[in-house]
C-alpha cells in the first residue's frame, strides 16, 4: 500500500515539473534548437549567393571570426555575420498571428494582446512587425511596419472575437504578405488555442507555400478543450521553428517575450558560394564557444539543355553578320577617306590665278610652296621606283592614265584588303576569312594593267595609219622630224602623247631613233622599233624613208590581221579558261549559300585547309596553262 502511494506521488511530482517547463517556455518542442547551432535557409538566398539565419542554443554577441562555414570542407567566400535587420543587412520581418476566435475571450485575449506588445518590445530597431487577428475572417490589425508608434497603437486595444479558426487561411496570407514586401528574413508567430476550423486551404499547401518562400513559423498553444498540440508542433518542425506550449494564459507573455528575444538576436550568414552546376552541396557551420555544427545541403542549378532567348529588334540588328559587315566597310571607306584626303595633292590652278592678282611676295610664296611639293612627290616616286615589280606599275599608271598617285592606289589598296578580309571572317566564322583580303591586290594590280594594254592596243592599232601619214609627209619633201610633227597635229590619243613625248626629247638632244625606242618599250609595240631604225638609216646613211615606212605599214597592217584571225580561232579556248577558273567559285559559293554546315569542314579541320589551298593552286596552275596554249605571238 505505501509502494502505490509512493508511485503515484513520483508521478504526480513528474507532471508536475513537466507542466511547469512548458508553462515556462525555456524549453520548446517539436523542433526547437539543441545544444548545437541550427541555420535555416532566408528567402533572400539566391544561388550563387546564399543567406542562412544561424540561431544559437543561448544568447551570444558573435564576431565575423567566430563563425566558420564549410562548403564539401571548403571555406566559403566573402562571408558576412550580421544580425538581420541591421542597416546594410537583409531586411527582417515577422507576421503575429493571433486567434480571435470566440474561445479566446476574457482573460486569454487579453494576455494574447499584452503577450504581443512583450514581443514588440523585443524587437530589432529595422525589424518590421505585423498583426493580423484570425477567426472565420482575417482582419490585419498592422501592416509590416518598423514604425514603434503604430505597432504601440495597433497592440493597445483588443480586437472583436468571431466564431471559426482559420489557421491554415491565416498562414498563407502571412506567407504572401512577407513574399510581397520582399522580406528577405521573414517568420510567423502562431497563437492559437484549438484546432482548426473552417480554413478552405489544407495543412499541405500553407506548409509547402511557407517552405517554399523560406518563412518559418514559431507555434505557441495555449491550452484549452480543444487544443491540439500534435498539428503545431509538425508545422514549426516542418519550416524551421520551435513550438511552445502556454498552460494558462498569464505564460503568454514569458514565451512570446523570449520568443522575441531569440528571433531578433538571431544571426544572419551571408557567401558567394563557388560550387560548379548540378552540385550536391553540404553545408556545415561552425560556432566558437558552441559544441557540435549546423549542417544543411542544397542541389546547385544545373546548366539546361537549351536557353531560348528572345531577343529585341535592336539586339537582332547588332547580332547581324550584316551589321558587321555594314561597320567594316564604313571604317575601311572613312579610314580610305582620311588618307585620300591626306594624300592627295592639292588643285593649285585656283591659287596660280589668284597669285596673278596678288602682291610679288605672295606669288613668290605661292610658287616656292608649289615646288616643294613637287619635289616631295618626285622622291616619293623615285623610291618607289627603284624597287623593281614598282617601275613597271609606275609605267602603267602613267601609260593607263590613272589619275591617282602610286603611293595612294597602295594605301588604299590595303585598306581594301583589311575591310574584305573582315567581311570574309564575318560571314564564314573563321580567322581564315582574313586570307580573302589578298584578293584585292590582285584585282587592283589587274585593273591597272587592264587599263594600260588597252591604250596599248589603240596605239597599235593606230600605227598604221601614222605610218602612212609620215611617209606622206617625207614624200612631200618634209624631214622625218617634220613628218612626226605633221601626224601629232593630226593623230588621236594616245599616238599623239607618245609621239610628242618623242619630239620632246628630240629636242632635248637625244636622237629620234633612240627616242622612238623608248616609245615602243613604253608601249610594248615591236614594230615601231622598225621606224626606230629607219630613222637610225637615215641619220647615219641617208636612205629613202618613205619607201621603207610604206613597207613597214603593209607588214604591220599584215601582222594586224593575223593576229585578228588567231585571236577568233582561240576565242573558245579562251573562254574554256575562264569557265573553268570561275567554275569552282561558283560551285564554292552556291553551296555556302545552300549549306553552310556542308562546307564546315573545309576550314575547321587541317585537312579541309590543305584540300582549300591545293584547290587554290590547281585552279590558277590550270589557269595559267590555258593562258599559255591560247596565247599565239604573232
Not at 550568414?269 to 558552441?290: D, E, M, N
Not at 594600260?452 to 593606230?462: G, N
Not at 618613205?546 to 576565242?571: C, D, F, G, S, W
Request: aromatic fraction near 6%.
Amino acid at each position: 500500500m505505501r509502494l502505490r502511494r509512493a508511485g503515484a506521488l513520483a508521478a504526480l511530482a513528474l507532471l508536475v515539473a513537466v507542466g511547469a517547463g512548458a508553462a515556462s517556455g525555456a524549453t520548446p518542442q517539436g523542433g526547437g534548437t539543441s545544444g548545437s547551432p541550427q541555420i535555416a535557409e532566408t528567402a533572400g538566398s539566391r544561388f550563387p549567393y546564399k543567406a542562412y539565419i544561424l540561431s544559437l542554443p543561448r544568447n551570444a554577441v558573435l564576431a565575423g571570426g567566430e563563425v566558420t562555414v564549410l562548403e564539401n570542407g571548403q571555406p566559403v567566400n566573402n562571408l558576412q555575420v550580421d544580425l538581420p535587420g541591421k542597416t546594410g543587412s537583409a531586411s527582417l520581418g515577422v507576421v503575429l498571428l493571433i486567434d480571435g476566435s470566440l474561445t479566446m475571450r476574457g482573460n486569454p485575449i487579453a494576455q494574447a494582446m499584452a503577450a504581443a506588445r512583450a514581443f514588440a518590445a523585443r524587437r530589432g530597431q529595422h525589424e518590421q512587425i505585423s498583426v493580423i487577428i484570425f477567426n472565420s475572417k482575417l482582419r490585419a490589425l498592422l501592416p509590416l511596419t518598423s514604425d514603434g508608434t503604430l505597432i504601440g497603437k495597433a497592440l493597445a486595444r483588443k480586437p472583436q472575437l468571431v466564431y471559426g479558426t482559420h489557421v491554415f487561411n491565416a498562414i498563407v496570407a502571412a506567407t504572401k504578405l512577407l513574399q510581397r514586401s520582399a522580406i528577405s528574413v521573414g517568420s510567423i508567430v502562431l497563437l492559437t488555442d484549438g484546432q482548426n476550423v473552417g480554413s478552405t486551404v489544407t495543412e499541405r499547401a500553407a506548409l509547402a507555400l511557407a517552405k517554399a518562400g523560406r518563412v518559418r513559423i514559431f507555434t505557441v498553444g495555449l491550452r484549452s478543450p480543444a487544443f491540439f498540440p500534435t498539428r503545431l508542433s509538425r508545422m514549426a518542425s516542418t519550416t524551421g521553428g520551435t513550438f511552445a506550449v502556454a498552460s494558462k494564459a498569464s505564460d503568454l507573455k514569458a514565451i512570446f517575450d523570449a520568443l522575441g528575444k531569440t528571433i531578433s538576436s538571431q544571426y544572419l550568414i551571408q557567401y558567394r558560394s563557388l560550387s560548379g552546376p548540378a552540385q550536391r552541396v553540404y553545408i556545415t557551420v561552425k560556432v566558437a564557444g558552441f559544441p557540435g555544427a549546423a549542417v544543411a545541403s542544397y542541389l546547385t542549378p544545373g546548366i539546361p539543355a537549351s536557353i531560348v532567348i528572345h531577343q529585341t529588334l535592336w539586339d537582332r540588328i547588332l547580332a547581324s553578320p550584316y551589321t558587321a559587315v555594314a561597320v567594316a566597310l564604313l571604317v575601311a571607306a572613312l579610314i580610305g577617306f582620311a588618307v585620300f584626303l591626306f594624300a592627295r595633292r592639292r588643285d593649285r590652278r585656283l591659287e596660280q590665278r589668284i597669285a596673278q592678282f596678288t602682291s610679288s611676295t605672295e606669288a613668290a610664296a605661292l610658287a616656292r610652296r608649289h615646288h616643294v611639293e613637287e619635289e616631295i612627290e618626285e622622291k616619293e616616286a623615285k623610291s618607289l621606283a627603284e624597287r623593281g615589280w614598282h617601275k613597271r606599275l609606275l609605267d602603267d599608271i602613267e601609260i593607263g592614265r590613272v589619275e591617282m598617285s602610286p603611293a595612294r592606289i597602295m594605301s588604299l589598296t590595303a585598306l581594301a584588303s583589311v575591310a574584305l578580309g573582315i567581311v570574309a571572317w564575318v560571314v564564314i566564322g573563321n580567322p581564315l576569312g582574313l586570307l580573302g583580303g589578298l584578293v584585292v591586290p590582285f584585282v587592283v594590280r589587274w585593273l591597272i594593267g587592264f587599263r594600260a594594254r588597252r591604250l596599248r592596243a589603240e596605239f597599235a592599232e593606230q600605227l598604221p595609219d601614222n605610218l602612212d601619214v609620215v611617209s606622206a609627209a617625207l614624200r612631200a619633201g618634209h624631214s622625218l622630224v617634220g613628218g612626226l610633227t605633221v601626224t601629232v597635229e593630226a593623230a588621236g590619243e594616245p599616238s599623239k602623247r607618245e609621239f610628242s613625248r618623242a619630239l620632246a626629247d628630240e629636242q632635248l638632244g637625244v636622237p629620234l631613233d633612240e627616242a622612238l625606242r623608248l616609245v615602243a618599250k613604253r608601249m610594248d609595240n615591236r614594230d615601231l622599233i622598225q621606224v626606230s631604225l629607219v630613222a637610225r638609216l637615215q641619220r647615219e646613211a641617208g636612205t629613202n624613208a618613205a619607201e621603207v615606212l610604206e613597207q613597214v605599214a603593209t607588214n604591220v597592217r599584215h601582222q594586224m590581221e593575223l593576229r585578228r584571225l588567231i585571236k577568233t580561232l582561240t576565242a573558245q579556248g579562251r573562254m574554256a579558261r575562264w569557265i573553268v577558273s570561275a567554275l569552282p567559285l561558283f560551285l564554292f559559293g552556291a553551296l555556302y549559300s545552300l549549306n553552310k554546315a556542308y562546307l564546315a569542314p573545309l576550314w575547321n579541320t587541317n585537312i579541309g585547309i590543305v584540300g582549300i589551298c591545293g584547290a587554290a593552286v590547281m585552279v590558277f596552275a590550270g589557269s595559267f596553262a590555258i593562258k599559255k596554249i591560247v596565247e599565239i605571238e604573232v
